[in-house]
């Protein structure tokens, strides 16, 4: 039976923990909402439920995640994930609060941990603070955030108000001290009646610290980073068998092509190179507005006559000023779902008609979009691009083999679009 269970408030969130957990030896399989029925996961030591929770109404999200949590069960999970963006992002609202608040009483548990933290990716704690590429989290281009924009780095502050349950800190000066010493300090927590408790994490070493430490918690609350621990504190008591076969992928067939829409710094970046290299068709989201399906239908005939040789990319990413601008004509509702039924309708169009079978999508409203178009119900995971970014494998039922790499708007080097086909290869 799988020994842990992940309930990922977003897609590529869920696509990142996936590959922390197999990067750490875990054989893992992530599914698209929660399955109507158990499935069969006798070589299979992690799962991963991917939702689209993050900007749903709090009841919605909690009704969600807790669906999750009882299919996990059923599958004979011993320990369960809850997986949220290493930028801690929310509303004042929630629903990182309300779902740990769920979670914790459908369980029975009394304490959890809040770890986004993930110094790989270069988002670390200090002191309660979560630190985003160097800088304070309202600083690092999180303040723009066209959904939940995060004003706030201190995260004890950030999560009070979402929560029933007193929150509080496990400082990195006690992490640095040890297991032992993180134990009796989770242990002096509870007794003080502290609810959740927001971990620093400077580096992994405190990742693997904190893992070991709450390895025995029936539920922890974290980004991606925690898995190290985990997977590190499952090896060293037997319960993870050593699997040298944990990332392998049938080879990849079909073109290749992107699509993007995303608009964070980072991904806005890897478009520029990626532009002067692949041919490039860009949705702007005025136009698509104005002209709807006879855009999409543009962005698809043009794709069909590149060389079949060649990555094309199709974007609908857009500076931050440019698309305030858009969303205060249209609304900003409006704006974000036509451009991701375009996206969807386009993946569709690639992947049944054109033959790609390689596909990097950016964004995770955008990757949600996709992946509901393709009607993708599980994905094996496989190598890792980039930090929180691996490829994938879904197998349709007439065998046909998609490669589908789901990358966070915030993730990724700014050459990832470029070295992504050179890790699959």
């Not at 076969?245 to 067939?253: E, F, K, T, Y």
């Amino acid at each position: 039976m799988p020994l842990i269970g992940c309930i990922a408030d977003d897609l590529t969130g869920a696509t990142d923990l996936a590959s922390m957990l197999v990067q750490g030896g875990a054989r893992t399989l992530q599914v698209m909402g929660v399955p109507s029925a158990p499935l069969e996961t006798a070589d299979i030591d992690a799962l991963v439920v991917a939702l689209k929770s993050r900007s749903l109404p709090p009841t919605e999200a909690v009704r969600e995640s807790l669906r999750a949590l009882a299919w996990l069960h059923r599958q004979g999970c011993r320990q369960f994930y809850f997986k949220y963006c290493s930028t801690f992002d929310s509303t004042a609202e929630g629903n990182i609060g309300p779902v740990t608040d769920a979670l914790l009483a459908a369980l029975d548990s009394d304490f959890t941990v809040a770890c986004p933290g993930y110094p790989e990716n270069r988002r670390t704690v200090f002191n309660g603070y979560l630190f985003a590429d160097g800088v304070p989290l309202n600083e690092s281009g999180m303040q723009d955030h066209p959904l939940t924009p995060m004003n706030d780095a201190n995260l004890v502050r950030v999560l009070k108000p979402q929560t029933r349950r007193p929150v509080g800190l496990l400082d990195y000066a006690t992490l640095r001290r040890g297991v032992a010493a993180t134990r009796a300090r989770i242990a002096e927590l509870r007794t003080a009646g502290i609810g959740i408790a927001i971990c620093d994490s400077i580096d992994d070493a405190d990742l693997e610290t904190l893992g070991r430490a709450c390895v025995d918690l029936p539920l922890v609350t974290a980004g991606s980073g925690l898995a190290l621990g985990l997977t590190t504190a499952w090896r060293d008591r037997g319960a993870l068998p050593a699997s040298g076969d944990a990332a392998s992928l049938l080879p990849p067939r079909g073109r290749r092509a992107i699509l993007s829409g995303s608009c964070s710094r980072a991904t806005l970046a890897q478009l520029q190179q990626a532009r002067a290299l692949y041919p490039s068709f860009h949705l702007e989201a005025g136009e698509l507005m104005e002209r709807g399906n006879g855009l999409v239908a543009e962005a698809i005939a043009w794709s069909a006559v590149q060389h079949a040789d060649q990555a094309v990319l199709i974007s609908a990413s857009s500076p931050p000023d440019e698309v305030r601008r858009v969303q205060e004509r249209f609304g900003g509702l409006a704006v974000g779902e036509r451009i991701e039924h375009a996206l969807g309708e386009i993946a569709r169009a690639l992947v049944y008609r054109q033959d790609v079978g390689q596909l990097l999508v950016t964004g995770g409203e955008t990757s949600g979009a996709v992946v509901r178009a393709l009607k993708v119900g599980g994905l094996r995971i496989g190598p890792r691009i980039d930090p929180g970014v691996p490829w994938t494998q879904a197998i349709g039922d007439d065998g046909k083999v998609l490669s589908l790499a789901l990358k966070s708007g915030n993730f990724g080097s700014v050459d990832f679009m470029v070295k992504a086909w050179e890790a699959l290869a």
